[in-house]
Nanobody
Framework: VQLVESGGGLVQPGGSLKLSCAAS????????MSWYRQAPGQERELVAA????????NYADSVKGRFTISRDNAENTVSLQMNSLKPDDTAVYYC?????????WGQGTQVTVSS
């Protein structure tokens, strides 16, 4: 099983980034997928989630209206479009796949929002 994140980097406040997560080794289309983040000294928190078929999404209040999660079950990928980025969005972002009893994590990608 692999979840490989990409697309992180350094961006100025107000800018945009798109994170991608490539999945392999499991039946991606039946897993609910999420993005989490963890800032230094903070607990890991849920940022956005999408159901297995893509018909349902939910977001942390802090990112509603700025971030969009999407998935492509044909390509086994899940993405997070992040707009209007703020310094508080600085964190390591992790891709997660869940289907009880399975819970898979990627290694994370750093997002830094700074001028």
């Amino acid at each position: 099983v692999q979840l490989v994140e990409s697309g992180g980097g350094l961006v100025q406040p107000g800018g945009s980034l798109k994170l991608s997560c490539a999945a392999s080794g499991f039946t991606f289309s039946i897993f609910d997928m999420s993005w989490y983040r963890q800032a230094p000294g903070q607990e890991r928190e849920l940022v956005a989630a999408i159901s297995s078929g893509g018909g349902s999404t939910n977001y942390a209040d802090s990112v509603k209206g700025r971030f969009t999660i999407s998935r492509d079950n044909a390509e086994n990928t899940v993405s997070l479009q992040m707009n209007s980025l703020k310094p508080d969005d600085t964190a390591v972002y992790y891709c997660n796949g869940k289907r009880f009893p399975y819970d898979y994590w990627g290694q994370g990608t750093q997002v830094t929002v700074s001028s």
